[in-house]
């Protein structure tokens, strides 16, 4: 059974730092591609960041202020969030796939306000 379970969000200022952590069972981490997802009431749900066994990729509006990465030892992924601003305020969703089937964690709130 495949889980995801995110942490670390919470509420931080504009131009402040956070780090969520999504912590994988049931797939062969090394290999599979994780995804961070997030969505707001006002937005769709938006593609943030991707990381696999080759390479990553950052959607424009976080580029060079997130950065993606893994530790396989831990079977966890994390997103480093930079320079913080209102519009990044989300909830955000670990995903990935096994199979053909779609998995995705129960999600973290951050909210970037004064």
């Known amino acids: 059974q495949v889980q995801l379970v995110e942490s670390g969000g919470g509420l931080v200022q504009p131009g402040g730092s956070l780090r969520l952590s999504c912590a994988a069972s049931?797939?062969?981490?090394?290999?599979?591609?994780i995804d961070w997802y997030r969505q707001s009431p006002e937005k769709e749900r938006e593609l943030v960041a991707t990381?696999?066994?080759?390479?990553?990729n950052y959607a424009d509006s976080v580029k060079g202020r997130f950065t993606i990465s893994r530790d396989n030892a831990k079977n966890t992924v994390y997103l480093q969030m930079n320079s913080l601003k209102p519009e990044d305020t989300a909830v955000y969703y670990c995903?990935?796939?096994?199979?053909?089937?779609?998995?995705w964690g129960q999600g973290t709130q951050v909210t970037v306000s004064s």
């Open positions: 990381i696999s066994i080759v390479d990553t």
């Open positions: 049931g797939i062969i981490f090394t290999f599979n591609r």
């Open positions: 995903h990935s796939t096994k199979f053909g089937a779609d998995y």
